[in-house]
């Protein structure tokens, strides 16, 4: 069996450069591992030192039980997916598909057998393998890209964002296509990208990184749902989640003119930061709780889906704060300056400290 783990990883270039801070995970045979963060957070630096493009500065790398530290890229068993696919020009696809494994002194036969499964599982034209790549579309060559990978039948596959040179369209397509291929290989998959789509659709688990460290390792559903912190709560989700900082009396937030109930702290914080996603919040019916009153100051159309903004008036008279909701593409609106009553669900509501962002509630 297969199994990457990562051990108290540290990447220095500098003393003031650190991409990668003391990471530390395991991903098991069948597993669907997506890195994702903002740009500079240490997600491609940390898929290259799995795949020894880079060397760290502490910690180790171990694939099946043994440390490859000092291993080179060609000799870890391994197959990586790049963004740019990174076909040689002058050879033929098939020829692209081989080469790994004739460098390897592979059998003809063995090589034809694997090219014949590998473009069976991806619904390659046989005619394609005679074309070279400057002859392909961008969603053939993608195909290609993935197929020199699966034909070596490493231990561990590493994906570094395969799919955004592709249009929106062919991005869904084969995102879908690679989740079922990838399910099937049962081998340990890195997967690297900016895309919180991607990352919810075909991950298994989610590791989402910021500055160098790892913020949050979850399932999909369980960072969507219960975020470590409101850095996490902020990135993942879209429409991005409403985060107010507001001032407490007692056991309540105050937003407005409006309270809010905030669950039992053991200290009771001057400031707290509560959020809520744009589709918890809705519009208020008669007997529901936790209500707030705004002007409706923005309607996106989103088609199926209206994005509103809405401004609740600070109560001192100052500018307020803004909250978004998602809400049927049936809701009517005469026009800005709407007034519009909300109410807020106490279950779907986030709370974290102001100063270190940390969820202050935890989930059963």
């Not at 490493?154 to 879908?176: G, H, K, M, T």
């Not at 001057?270 to 100051?297: L, S």
Request: proline share 5%; with cysteine; net charge neutral.
């Amino acid at each position: 069996m297969a199994k990457l783990e990562l051990q108290n990883l540290r990447k220095e270039y500098n003393p003031k450069t650190v991409p990668i801070k003391d990471i530390s995970l395991d991903v098991e045979d069948g597993e669907f591992m997506t890195f994702i963060g903002p740009s500079g957070c240490g997600k491609s630096t940390l898929l290259r030192l799995i795949a020894g493009l880079e060397t760290p500065t502490k910690g180790r790398v171990v694939i099946s039980g043994q440390t490859v530290n000092g291993v080179p890229p060609g000799d870890r068993n391994i197959a990586m997916v790049f963004q740019s696919y990174a076909l040689y020009p002058h050879m033929t696809v098939e020829e692209n598909i081989s080469a790994s494994l004739r460098i390897r002194k592979t059998s003809s036969d063995e090589i034809r057998k694997r090219i014949d499964d590998v473009i069976i599982k991806l619904d390659l034209d046989r005619a394609l393998l005679e074309r070279k790549p400057g002859q392909l579309s961008g969603g053939q060559r993608q195909r290609v890209a993935v197929a020199r990978a699966l034909v070596r039948e490493p231990e561990v596959f590493l994906l570094d964002e395969p799919l955004s040179n592709l249009d929106a369209l062919l991005r869904e397509q084969v995102r879908a296509e690679l989740k079922q291929l990838f399910k099937s290989q049962n081998k340990p998959v890195v997967y690297v990208t900016h895309d919180q789509t991607e990352a919810m659709t075909l991950s298994t688990r989610i590791a989402l990184l910021y500055e160098g460290v790892l913020q949050q390792l979850d399932t999909p559903y369980q960072i969507y749902t219960y975020p470590a912190n409101s850095f996490v709560a902020s990135f993942m989700g879209s429409p991005q989640m409403n985060l107010l900082t507001l001032s407490c009396q007692e056991n309540y937030a105050i937003l407005g003119n409006f309270k809010l109930k905030m669950p039992d702290l053991r200290k009771k914080p001057r400031q707290i930061i509560m959020g809520v996603r744009p589709e918890n919040v809705r519009i208020a019916k008669q007997g529901d709780e936790q209500t707030i009153k705004g002007n409706v100051f923005l309607v996106e159309d989103m088609g199926k889906e209206k994005l509103i903004s809405v401004r609740v008036q600070g109560s001192d008279g100052s500018e307020g704060k803004t909250i978004r909701a998602l809400l049927a593409a049936d809701n009517y609106w005469d026009g800005e300056e709407d007034t519009v009553t909300l109410t807020l669900p106490e279950k779907t509501m986030h709370w974290f400290d102001v100063e270190s962002g940390d969820r202050l509630t935890h989930h059963s």
